[in-house]
């Protein structure tokens, strides 16, 4: 029976398998973090006489004995029959606690349930993301300081441009991450805001106490405004993904320079052949497989902040089931994009950098702005320097000058790498995720914080 049902009545088996989705295996995902939602919950009621003290210690202690002997040994599942994570706690405790089981749902939704559900597991694969990404960011650096007097060329238009470096690549990429990490945040922040208490969107006339579970939960702050509590569900995940996106975007494009420089016409870099992959037909083949998939698996996350637009944009405010649908793409996102990044880190740990790759005669033109800059040097206006080396290049007798000398903030010389590791420093301390560890020593193991 479902915990909505008012009789027995048998269903039609096609509607219930249509309207249930793939919520009992998804809901596996959100089962700690219903557990600890509800034990904030019910912390809560007792405070405001809505339950017995005694009847509380009986529940936690059981949501606990869940939590730590089912859920984090993976005993734990969703019985068949059963709706979602939500009824499934609710159904362990009545079976195992008889009547004090029911009290649980008091001044609760699952709407609002299944909105603090998310939060606290965005909360939790953020803290993943955040931690992946930072450790991708400092080998990036490392590579940048370990290559950066190797000169590699620069392009526009995907031709030959100027002189740039294998350490100035492998800076720009860790400061993309830096711009990321900021969207990063700021959608961690959108999402760590109570909804606990909105119940199914318009409030509840028992007196909840909504700024205690605020701070049991470690939230931020409340989403105040009951409607727009649940008018979040969707725009909520939207601005997360969004945010992955950024993230995916800038794997994506590096993937996609390493499948340039790869290629034996560029040949500016390699891998140990035991990380590439050969031809049925072909034996001089290394394909750069990892870094392909790598680049279309983030360019398919790229495209979920607009999946989850289009399923959103016509909906009123309130409640509706298209949000099911959200999380079947929505929560598997953080682990897909974790094994590129794992993958990608794993891989360009073992990158063979070229030298002297500018001496070849094809990039004699490259070093066109240096003649240019030279004359300047010597009292020629821009104009007319550039004007005379572009004639001696058409002439056949352009001489290039080789030696690169860039001095200014973020050129070759001067990469600023240790201003950009302070940045990502600062960034990552403002998530203050020691918070988030205490609400679980608190909530699960009863530690007085």
């Given at each position: 029976m479902k915990i909505w049902e008012k009789k027995i009545y048998n269903n039609n088996k096609e509607i219930e398998y249509f309207t249930s989705g793939k919520d009992s295996k998804l809901d596996l995902l959100l089962a700690p973090h219903d557990v600890i939602g509800t034990i904030a919950h019910i912390i809560m009621l007792e405070s405001v006489g809505l339950l017995h003290k005694k009847d509380l210690e009986i529940l936690i202690k059981e949501l606990r004995n869940i939590y730590i002997h089912e859920i984090l040994t993976n005993n734990f599942k969703i019985n068949e029959g059963i709706e979602d994570i939500h009824s499934q706690i609710e159904f362990l405790l009545t079976d195992r606690l008889g009547e004090v089981g029911k009290k649980i749902h008091s001044g609760r939704s699952r709407n609002d349930q299944i909105l603090v559900d998310l939060k606290l597991f965005i909360r939790t694969k953020m803290k993943e993301i955040v931690l992946m990404v930072y450790s991708l960011f400092d080998l990036l650096l490392k590579l940048s300081e370990k290559y950066k007097n190797i000169l590699m060329p620069g392009y526009t238009h995907y031709q030959i441009a100027m002189p740039s470096s294998f350490g100035l690549w492998f800076s720009a990429y860790a400061e993309s991450l830096i711009d990321d990490m900021l969207l990063i945040h700021t959608a961690y922040r959108i999402t760590n805001k109570n909804p606990l208490g909105s119940a199914a969107g318009y409030g509840s006339s028992f007196p909840l106490n909504r700024k205690m579970t605020t701070e049991l939960l470690g939230f931020e702050n409340l989403n105040y405004n009951v409607i727009y509590a649940q008018m979040g569900r969707g725009k909520m995940e939207r601005i997360v993904t969004e945010a992955l996106a950024s993230l995916a975007r800038t794997l994506s494009k590096m993937a996609q320079d390493i499948c340039l420089y790869l290629n034996q016409n560029f040949n500016f870099i390699s891998f140990p052949d035991y990380m590439t992959t050969g031809s049925s037909i072909m034996p001089h083949k290394k394909n750069p497989d990892v870094f392909e998939l790598i680049r279309a698996k983030c360019n398919r996350i790229t495209s979920l902040p607009n999946e989850?637009?289009?399923?959103?944009?016509?909906?009123?405010?309130?409640?509706?089931?298209?949000?099911?649908?959200?999380?079947?793409?929505?929560?598997?996102?953080?682990?897909?994009?974790?094994?590129?990044?794992?993958?990608?880190?794993?891989?360009?740990?073992?990158?063979?950098?070229?030298?002297?790759?500018?001496?070849?005669?094809?990039?004699?033109?490259?070093?066109?702005?240096?003649?240019?800059?030279?004359?300047?040097?010597?009292?020629?206006?821009?104009?007319?320097?550039?004007?005379?080396?572009?004639?001696?290049?058409?002439?056949?007798?352009?001489?290039?000058?080789?030696?690169?000398?860039?001095?200014?903030?973020?050129?070759?010389?001067?990469?600023?790498?240790?201003?950009?590791?302070?940045?990502?420093?600062?960034?990552?301390?403002?998530?203050?995720?020691?918070?988030?560890?205490?609400?679980?020593?608190?909530?699960?193991?009863?530690?007085?914080?």
């Open positions: 989850i637009s289009l399923i959103t944009s016509n909906l009123c405010s309130g409640y509706h089931r298209d949000f099911q649908i959200i999380k079947e793409r929505f929560l598997p996102v953080f682990d897909e994009l974790k094994k590129c990044f794992f993958i990608f880190k794993n891989m360009i740990n073992h990158i063979v950098v070229r030298k002297n790759i500018l001496k070849e005669k094809k990039y004699q033109y490259i070093f066109s702005v240096e003649v240019v800059h030279q004359l300047v040097k010597k009292g020629y206006s821009f104009r007319e320097a550039y004007k005379k080396v572009g004639v001696n290049i058409q002439n056949g007798c352009f001489e290039p000058f080789t030696k690169v000398n860039y001095s200014h903030v973020g050129s070759i010389g001067n990469l600023c790498n240790n201003n950009l590791r302070e940045m990502m420093k600062i960034l990552i301390k403002k998530f203050n995720f020691e918070k988030n560890k205490k609400v679980i020593e608190r909530l699960i193991y009863g530690k007085k914080t």
